[in-house]
């Protein structure tokens, strides 16, 4: 009888659930798993820094041809008699700002930040001043777009102007009022600066970089 009133009390005790039994990873596998993961997060690290370097740099071409562009198209292009300037005067001052703007030791030698030095063998600054009136696009230097950097194997300079007088009149409105246009262009090599073997398996080392600036210039309308 006692046994009997046992077995039907303890229906009504509560029971613990029975513990689960916890699995944990040996450790040769977590050591394992973080050598896979590893050089894979090397490798992307490794290019998000590369690629911000890159863009950092790119940023900075494009504000020297900006700060250059929106300087000098208060200027005049041409000489006092009317001629196209041929002596350069104009485009050698507004290709040179571009250099000076890069590389502030030009100007002063104890400058100790960021400087981004053009190569002459290998880099090239273009400046074109071109006029457009209705459906007529003209350049407004008879040498051509001047370059900063001509050297006897590539008399225009390393590298043709990306801009046409036709590239310029496909880009305008037909109904658009004459005007005048300042085109600096910077086409520059970037170097990496990590040189990691993965990354110039992607993107060729030097990189080439181009950057542009489109002003308008009072002194280029056409008449």
Do not use: C
């Not at 390393?158 to 009149?169: Q, R, V």
């Amino acid at each position: 009888m006692q046994k009997a009133l046992q077995g039907i009390f303890s229906l009504f005790r509560k029971t613990d659930p029975p513990q689960k039994r916890l699995v944990r990873k040996p450790w040769g596998q977590s050591l394992v798993e973080v050598a896979i993961a590893f050089p894979i997060l090397i490798m992307l690290f490794g290019g998000v820094v590369e690629f911000g370097f890159i863009l950092n740099t790119y940023l900075s071409l494009l504000d020297a041809t900006r700060e250059s562009a929106r300087y000098w198209s208060n200027d005049d292009p041409f000489l006092a008699d009317g001629v196209t300037d041929d002596d350069v005067n104009f485009y050698f001052e507004t290709a040179y700002d571009v250099e000076k703007l890069l590389d502030p030791t030009i100007l002063d030698s104890a400058y100790q930040g960021r400087r981004i030095v053009l190569d002459p063998a290998k880099d090239d600054v273009i400046v074109s001043v071109y006029g457009a009136e209705g459906s007529d696009v003209e350049l407004l230097r008879n040498a051509g777009p001047y370059h900063l950097f001509p050297t006897p194997a590539h008399a225009s300079g390393n590298y043709p102007s990306i801009f046409t007088e036709t590239s310029i009149l496909n880009a305008r409105v037909g109904s658009a009022p004459n005007a005048g246009i300042l085109l600096v262009e910077l086409h520059y090599n970037y170097h990496h600066v990590l040189n990691l073997p993965w990354m110039t398996a992607i993107l060729p080392n030097p990189l080439h970089l181009q950057a542009y600036t489109i002003m308008p210039i009072r002194s280029g309308e056409p008449e």
